[in-house]
């Protein structure tokens, strides 16, 4: 199955099978990482846990049905969302990156449950005159778990949070090097 995202004024997003939306959903404050959709007649908001941690906590209803960790030392996993249900664990997945040069700006997210690739973000920009761009995101499902619209939405916020934390890493605000 393959999903088109839209984004509007950077603030607003939907979800798109067949040119039709599935899911709306929307950025409350321009300067905080919180999202808030709505499906199936449930909100849904993910937002960090605390300022000092790295987790994201995903409700529905104002009930928790998950966390996403970003380059968390807990697990040598790295970047994965937690699934849960009736207050207890019920699935875990892993997301990686890879480009397709490094002078490209197209790049492959990819999301695992175990071993299995369960779905595949295409990212992109695609340029309209010599100083307008626009994001191009394309997602591909390749079984019935990945059709799941509210873990595309996890996983398209997982994408952001990695390319923050590699935008900040690219910034110089890493590490010195002597020598």
């Given at each position: 199955?393959?999903?088109k995202?839209?984004?509007?004024k950077n603030?607003?997003f939907?979800?798109?099978?067949?040119?039709?939306?599935i899911?709306k959903g929307?950025k409350?404050?321009?300067?905080?990482?919180?999202?808030?959709?709505?499906?199936n007649n449930?909100?849904?908001?993910?937002?960090?846990?605390?300022?000092?941690?790295?987790v994201?906590?995903?409700?529905?209803?104002?009930?928790k049905?998950?966390?996403i960790?970003i380059?968390?030392f807990k697990?040598?996993?790295?970047?994965?969302i937690?699934?849960?249900e009736?207050?207890?664990?019920?699935?875990?997945?892993?997301m990686?990156s890879t480009s397709?040069?490094?002078?490209?700006?197209?790049?492959t997210y990819?999301l695992f449950?175990?071993?299995n690739?369960i779905?595949?973000?295409n990212?992109?920009?695609k340029?309209?005159?010599?100083?307008k761009?626009?994001?191009?995101?394309s997602v591909?499902?390749f079984?019935t778990?990945?059709?799941?619209?509210e873990?595309?939405?996890?996983?398209?916020?997982?994408?952001?949070?990695?390319?923050?934390?590699e935008?900040?890493?690219?910034s110089?605000g890493?590490?010195?090097?002597?020598g």
């Open positions: 199955m393959n999903y995202v839209r984004i509007q603030k607003d939907q979800i798109l099978e067949n040119n039709m939306p899911v929307s409350p404050k321009w300067y905080s990482s919180e999202i808030l959709f709505f499906l449930r909100t849904f908001q993910i937002k960090k846990k605390s300022f000092w941690k790295s994201h906590e995903i409700t529905a209803s104002g009930k049905v998950g966390d960790f380059r968390g697990k040598p996993l790295g970047n994965f937690q699934i849960y009736n207050n207890s664990f019920k699935d875990e997945f892993s990686t397709k040069s490094i002078w490209s700006s197209e790049k990819s449950n175990k071993d690739e779905l595949k973000i990212y992109s920009w340029k309209h005159s010599w100083i761009y626009t994001e191009e995101i591909d499902s079984n778990q990945g059709d799941s619209p873990l595309i939405v996890y996983s398209l916020f997982l994408m952001r949070l990695i390319q923050q934390q935008a900040a890493a690219n110089g890493g590490a010195m090097i002597y």
